[in-house]
């Protein structure tokens, strides 16, 4: 399962501030919190959450607007990937479907997680500036995405064929957050997450040591519907 979500013309990002419940990050989404709450609850299968992240967002193709959700939920020993898209039923739209998938990865199966941070005018930096973007990207499957584009030389002139050249990124999951778009919390709260599952991953520490965020149980009665908005 590969979700990139740095390329949408369009998006809308939510990610819950250090500590907020997973109930009420989903809430706040207002994206079916009670239907996603579920798919998550059976996804864990029992296991204590330790930390999520959830995003949210939205793409605008021609006169359809799609929103789908993806909420990581990490454990001692797995992360969990649920992802939530909806689709209209009928070509009026007034129908609308959900399509679900989940993924559970073993924490020691993790390759790498990767934090790419975005400053502005890095001339002017002092120690403490806020960052103005993150993208946290993790790889497992040893899967790799290739981006390719026809090549080309120096020359405007030149006709000739020179192949293709491209990149190679090993990914599996990629989200990107901006402080622009989803305030400053959002931004911290996804360093934080990366910096619980590099923990987890790595066991460089007792993850005793670490600040757990509060998470509340999931039940019918703490979400106010099914509801879209």
């Known amino acids: 399962m590969s979700h990139n979500a740095s390329g949408a013309p369009s998006g809308e990002h939510r990610v819950p501030g250090p500590g907020e419940p ?7 989404t207002g994206f079916y919190p009670l239907l996603v709450g579920d798919v998550v609850a059976d996804a864990l299968d029992g296991r204590t959450a330790i930390a999520h992240l959830t995003h949210l967002e939205t793409h605008f193709e021609r006169a359809e607007v799609r929103r789908h959700v993806t909420v990581l939920v990490l454990t001692e020993d797995m992360l969990v990937i649920t992802h939530v898209d909806e689709s209209p039923l009928d070509d009026s739209g007034s129908q609308m479907g959900a399509q679900v998938s989940t993924e559970s990865v073993p924490v020691d ?3 790498t997680v990767v934090l790419s941070y975005v400053y ?8 403490g500036d806020p960052v103005r973007e993150v993208t946290l990207a993790i790889s497992w499957s040893g899967g790799q995405r290739l981006d390719l584009m026809p090549a080309g030389c120096g020359d405007p002139q030149c006709d000739a064929d020179h192949g293709y050249t491209g990149t190679v990124a090993q990914e599996d999951i990629v989200l ?3 402080a622009d778009a989803d305030g ?9 997450f990366a910096r619980l599952l590099r923990a987890v991953n790595t066991g460089s520490r007792p993850f005793q040591a670490v600040q757990r965020p509060r998470l509340s149980a999931f039940s019918p009665r703490t979400f106010r519907g099914h509801g879209s908005r």
């Open 109 to 111: 199966q993790i390759a």
């Open 22 to 28: 997973l109930t009420a990050a989903l809430e706040r």
């Open 176 to 178: 990107r957050i901006s």
């Open 120 to 127: 502005a005018q890095p001339a002017d930096y002092a120690p």
């Open 184 to 192: 400053p919390r959002a931004v911290d709260a996804a360093k934080q």
